[in-house]
Structure formats: structure tokens, C-alpha cells
């Protein structure tokens, strides 16, 4: 067997891990960007300002952030959850230092301090959880193409080859997820006009980086004679082509859908493609080709994973829109953001128990067809990757909180509503000017916090 054909078994034939090993190894990323931010803080607590050198930033970053990802799923894999447990039990050190060290900056309890925290304002921004569950897809990602080919990265990690569930499985969907939470749609808060197809015209123009992409691996790999696993997308198909066509098709079908009924279009398609995998031949002709016997004549025959996938990813997007257009919405206080917190940590874990009945009463979930249960599984996951990154915001949102002068990239901007003491023209001494300053500048010599619990603010 030539080495071309050693490569391509090594990653062919593989069934994939459990639900809950994928969750715990994406809660690692979470844990990781909870450990980073107290620890600066801590940092800052001990010895003020911290240097910004790029290079020390970058060393911190590495080992808090990169280096986790790498031994988790690697050498560590078989100890994963007491990764989790060590991560966890250094987060909740350094958040108890933190907060015993508070009443060097605020005087008051930990729990008006925390009421004080849910009513102060949230600055009009990006939201910090969608632009980590993006940043650490991508580097994942990264970690896992690179990490395949080798026996150090667990086979079990690997993409499966009709059923199961692998941690490479989640990446086509996670990313159109993904993109879905940032798209035009989910960014337009305002009613808009759906009768035009002008957002169908700018997608179509705009895809072209993707189906150069596309094109330029295409050429490459049969350049060189680069080992494929023809079963993931086919023969001339590939991730980028996925994302062009899933991108052009979503935008058309909103178009033509108001955002209230984005989900029951959503779940028409997934529902109906389903029952078409059901009562048609199709399933057969995905799995096992035209003629029974796997073969790749012609071009819907030879990609025939890639083609018919597309209906799944379109349905996954369509959902990713109707989220987005929840998360997205504007919030003033950080109390505002108890309510969707819950509503998405309930609606996670409705789809994670839809997802273990349907993989028992219909079929299991496979990437390869796209079908019901590989959509809910990947929504739910996202869901609830999504949910870890905003309590882990807030939890740091807090801490910064606590600890007046720190400041932490990518995280919640807090604007606190402040009574300022001032003596008037007359020499009276008392709290008479309404300002707005943010959270964690020391500006200011004295100030009240304008909440019942009255707390004083010592800069």
C-alpha cells in the first residue's frame, strides 16, 4: 500500500466519541479565557499596572489560551476532565483572591457589590461572547487540521466516516453558525423591506474569496496528489464551496422571510430533509452511490456528500441568523442579560435531549448526510458554547468591577451611574451632579454609587 493510501485509512473508517467529551473539551477553551482574565487581574491587584509589551502579552496568551487546546486534545486527552477540574480549581483561587482584596478599592458586601454590578450599564459594543466563540473556532480548527495526521492527536477525535460524533465534526457547522450570528441579517435590529434581492447580489459578489478558496485547494490537491478522505465532501467539493453556496442560498430564503418566522423555516427544511432521507432512496445514493457500490461517475455522483450537505447547513445557518438577531439586540444594564442567558441555556439543553432521543428513535447523527439529529446537535452545541463564553464575560465584567484601574480586552464595558460630591456656592457639601464614568477608571477622589446599598468608592 502506498503511503498516499496509509494516510488516507489513517483518517477513514472512524466512529467518533461521545457528546459529553466534545462539550467538556470545548469547555476547556471557556475555563482557559476565564483563567487568563483573573489572572491579569490579579496581576493588577498585586503590582498596578501591568507592562504592554506585545511579547509578554503574547507569552501569556500562549500558555493561558493556546497551550490548554493543544495538550487537551492531545497528549491529555485520556485525562480530560481532570484538565477541567485543575483549570477550574486555579479559576476559583484567583477569583477568591480578588474579591478578598476589594475592600482596598470598594467598601460593602459581596453581595451589594453584586447588585451594584447588575445595574450598571453595558457600553455599546460588539458582544464579547460572539467574538470568542469565533476567534477559538478558528484556532481549534487550526489545532485539529494540523494535529490529524499524527498519532499523538486521538483517532477518536478525528472526522467519522458516516456515524457518530467526532470533534472534527462540529467545524463546517460551528463555522456557518458562526457566520450566521454576524451576518447582515442578524445585525439589521430594524424592520427592513424583504421584497428586493439587493443582499442577494452584494452575497453573490462577496463569495468570490470563497470560491477562489475553493478552486485554489481543488487545484493544489491534485497538483501534488495530496491524500483526500473523499467521503467528507467528494471528489471536486470542499469546505469553501459549502460555505459560498450555503451563504448565497440562506440570503435568498431571507429575503423572502420576515426574522419572526426565520425558525419555522429553519425547521421546515431540516424536518423535511429528513423525511426525504426517509422515504426516498436518497440516503442510499449519499452513503453508497448510484449504483450501489460507491462509485464517483459524474459530477453529482462524485460529490454527492458535499451537494445534498448543503441542505442541512442552510437550515444551521437560518437557525444561527434567528439567534443572533436574540443576542445582538441592544442591552443597557448588565441585568438585562440574566434573561437571555437563561433563555439560551434552556433552549441548549432542550436540543441536547432532542438530539440523544432522535439519535435513538431515528438514526444517528452523521455529518456525511447533514441529516436531523447532526443540525440539532450542532446548534446545541453552539447554544451552549455560546452560554459558557457569556457567563465567563460576566464573571470577569465583575471582577474588573471589583477592581477599579484593571481593564481586560474583548469583555464587557461597564459605565457606572455616579453621584459626585461638590460643595456649592454657598459651601454646602452633598451628592448634586448626575455623571456617567467607566468602570475601572480612577478619576475620580470621591464618589457614592448611585444604589441603595450606597457603597463608597475610593480611588
Known amino acids: ?70 495538550v487537551s486534545c492531545t497528549v491529555l486527552s485520556d485525562v480530560l476532565y481532570i484538565v477541567l477540574l485543575c483549570i477550574s480549581a486555579l479559576c476559583l483561587v484567583l477569583f477568591y483572591t480578588i474579591t478578598r482584596r476589594r475592600n482596598k478599592s470598594i467598601k460593602g458586601s459581596l453581595l451589594n457589590i453584586c447588585q451594584s454590578f447588575l445595574n450598571a450599564q453595558v457600553g455599546n459594543g460588539t458582544i464579547p461572547a460572539v467574538t470568542k466563540l469565533r476567534v477559538f473556532l478558528n484556532l481549534l480548527t487550526s489545532v485539529a487540521i494540523l494535529g490529524v495526521d499524527f498519532p499523538v492527536f486521538p483517532r477518536r477525535y478525528a472526522k467519522t466516516e458516516t456515524y457518530g460524533t467526532g470533534v ?20 439589521t435590529q430594524e424592520k427592513v423591506k424583504y421584497t428586493h434581492f439587493l443582499s442577494v447580489k452584494k ?47 440562506s440570503s435568498l430564503l431571507l429575503t423572502l422571510v420576515p426574522p419572526q418566522k426565520i425558525w419555522l423555516v429553519a425547521s421546515t427544511i431540516i424536518i423535511g430533509y429528513q423525511l426525504f ?84 428513535y431515528v438514526e444517528p447523527v452523521s455529518r456525511r448526510m447533514a441529516n436531523l439529529p447532526f443540525c440539532i446537535w450542532i446548534v446545541a452545541q453552539c447554544v451552549a458554547w455560546l452560554c459558557s463564553f457569556l457567563i465567563c464575560d460576566l464573571i470577569l465584567a465583575l471582577a474588573v468591577f471589583m477592581t477599579p484601574g484593571s481593564y481586560l480586552s474583548v469583555c464587557f464595558t461597564l459605565y457606572l ?29 470621591s464618589v457614592k454609587l448611585n444604589n441603595p446599598a450606597n457603597l463608597e468608592w475610593i480611588s
Open 1 to 70: 500500500m502506498s503511503a498516499k493510501h496509509l494516510k488516507e485509512a489513517f483518517v477513514s473508517n472512524l466512529n467518533g466519541t461521545s457528546i459529553t467529551e466534545i462539550s467538556s473539551g470545548l469547555g476547556v477553551t471557556t475555563l482557559c479565557v476565564l483563567l487568563r482574565g483573573l489572572f491579569l487581574i490579579s496581576l493588577y491587584c498585586k503590582f498596578g499596572v501591568i507592562s504592554k509589551s506585545w511579547k509578554g502579552n503574547f507569552i501569556i496568551d500562549y500558555t493561558l489560551l493556546v497551550l490548554p487546546l493543544i
Open 417 to 445: 451611574s455616579l453621584y459626585i460630591s461638590t460643595i456649592d456656592a454657598f459651601g454646602h457639601y452633598g451628592p448634586d451632579l448626575l455623571k456617567f464614568s467607566k468602570a475601572g477608571e480612577n478619576t475620580l477622589s
Open 277 to 360: 432521507l426517509e422515504v426516498t432512496d436518497l440516503k442510499t445514493f449519499i452513503l453508497y452511490g448510484s449504483d450501489g457500490r460507491g462509485t464517483r461517475n459524474g459530477f453529482l455522483n462524485a460529490n454527492r456528500e458535499g451537494v445534498f450537505s448543503v441542505i442541512g447547513y442552510v437550515g444551521i445557518y437560518l437557525v444561527g441568523v434567528q439567534v443572533g438577531l436574540y443576542v445582538l439586540k441592544k442591552r443597557v444594564l448588565v441585568k438585562e442579560w440574566i434573561r437571555p442567558f437563561c433563555s439560551l441555556v434552556v433552549l441548549s439543553f432542550v436540543l441536547l435531549i432532542s438530539t440523544i432521543l432522535f439519535q435513538v
Open 168 to 187: 472534527m465534526d462540529i467545524g463546517v457547522g460551528c463555522f456557518i453558525f458562526g457566520n450566521a450570528l454576524v451576518s447582515p441579517e442578524a445585525r
Open 203 to 249: 452575497q453573490i459578489f462577496s463569495i468570490w474569496p470563497l470560491i477562489v478558496l475553493g478552486l485554489a485547494r481543488f487545484i493544489s490537491v491534485k497538483a501534488v496528489d495530496y491524500q483526500e478522505h473523499v467521503t467528507e465532501y467528494g471528489v471536486h467539493w470542499n469546505f469553501f464551496f459549502t460555505l459560498a453556496v450555503v451563504r448565497v442560498l
